[in-house]
């Protein structure tokens, strides 16, 4: 039976599964143990957003004929990238009393799809003497989103048709997008990658090929000795700030919900639950890339198909930033990984002094839990399409499943 946390749920047992949504951008979702929850939890903990560019909070403007929506990207992309391709417009529109409007146009055979401009080759010379990072200016990242005057309108007549259309179509105001959370990604669906099928392009990879295995991994578990829990948080790309990301309190409250339904009350057990749990932050790893080999130490790093990769730390400028996971924890995690057959490997994010990363894995280890970076490799991490094994994402699943059993 799977149950929402509330005022009408009295105790839990063994079996139950129970979850709780947070303003429908992060949940956890739990599986009760037949041990005593202060005895610990297995924790996968994911992200579910992904790099991408938002609308802004005044974002309509006419300029030469065209309607374009201003925007300002998120998370850390190369904006050269997102120009000239398909883009679907996804989220919600919140009116003054409350109505939720759902906004979801471009993936739909027929829905129209949005983009960014750029010049043509004949007219570049100029742009093209840019760094790469300059190429493309942040706010120039603007969608293209109408160019049919209104009949009999003198003044901003392509934008008086775009809110016509809005209000006909969406009952949506000019100033409802002051209340409007609506996110520009890559239009179209995952696609089998290269002849042999063997990989996956899609958007948003990082970090939704790890938050669907680890939420397949606890559907899945029924009977379990510790109390199993997959955590999937918002805001990782942009520092896992927020009531929604890693770094807000949200979990804490729900693991004291649950402790609660399981007669413990006291803030002492909630501290030593924590302090007994494990943690698998499932997040994507840069994958060796054969045309990019010089920025990687080829002995640790992740190769696309050899399989779940544990990064001991990622960080950049010696470590910095991140969560060294301990020799004894990472020995534990080896010993379950090699007794149950799952294929894994080890890797840090590049050579050393190259760059590196960041997960929301420091953010868990803050508990006094044991937490490993557990994920899985992929190429063009952050683009609007990235690349993943199958080979890597059916192992991702197994040692999730096995680490909940398990560990
Ligand atoms: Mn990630
Ligand atoms: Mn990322």
């Not at 929301?360 to 690349?387: F, K, Q, R």
């Amino acid at each position: 039976m799977v149950l929402k946390i509330s005022k009408n749920l009295i105790s839990l047992k063994p079996g139950d599964k129970v979850y709780v949504n947070n303003r429908n951008k992060n949940m956890v979702l739990f599986v009760v143990g037949k041990n005593d929850i202060t005895k610990g939890l297995r924790v996968l903990g994911a992200h579910i957003d992904s790099p991408r560019i938002d609308i802004k909070q005044n974002p309509l403007y006419e300029k030469d004929g065209f309607v374009l929506l201003d925007t300002h990207y998120y998370g850390g992309i190369k904006k050269y990238q997102w120009v000239t391709i398909p883009l679907s417009m996804i989220g919600v529109v919140i009116k003054k009393d409350g109505t939720v409007i759902d906004i979801n146009i471009g993936e739909k055979d027929d829905d129209p799809v949005f983009g960014v401009s750029d010049l043509l080759p004949h007219l570049a010379a100029d742009q093209l003497k840019k760094t790469a990072s300059e190429v493309i200016a942040g706010e120039n990242l603007d969608l293209t989103f109408g160019s049919i005057p209104l009949k009999d309108e003198e003044k901003d007549c392509v934008k008086a048709n775009i809110l016509r259309l809005l209000k006909d179509q969406y009952d949506i105001e000019e100033e409802d997008f002051l209340s409007a959370e609506i996110e520009v990604v890559p239009s179209g669906k995952a696609r089998d990658y290269g002849l042999d099928k063997s990989m996956i392009l899609g958007y948003g990879h990082d970090d939704k090929c790890c938050a669907y295995t680890s939420l397949r991994a606890i559907l899945d578990m029924n009977d379990v000795d510790y109390t199993s829990c997959c955590l999937l948080v918002d805001k990782e790309e942009i520092g896992s700030m927020g009531a929604t990301g890693a770094q807000s309190v949200f979990f804490e409250n729900s693991v004291a919900e649950v402790l609660n339904l399981c007669n413990h009350t006291s803030y002492l057990d909630l501290k030593r639950t924590f302090t007994n749990s494990k943690v698998l932050s499932s997040d994507v790893s840069n994958g060796f890339d054969p045309l990019y080999p010089e920025v990687c130490e080829r002995k640790n790093s992740a190769f696309l198909g050899n399989g779940i990769v544990f990064n001991k730390y990622v960080g950049a400028r010696g470590k910095s930033s991140s969560n060294d996971a301990n020799a004894e924890y990472v020995a534990e995690i080896r010993k379950i990984m090699d007794e149950s057959d799952i294929y894994f490997q080890t890797a840090e994010v590049g050579k050393v002094d190259q760059g590196g990363g960041g997960t929301i894995s420091c953010y868990m280890a803050n508990y006094n839990m044991d937490v490993i970076d557990a994920g899985i490799p992929i190429l063009n991490m952050h683009a609007p399409y990235e690349v993943l094994s199958k080979v890597d994402l059916y192992e991702a699943y197994q040692a999730y499943k096995v680490f909940l059993q398990k560990a």
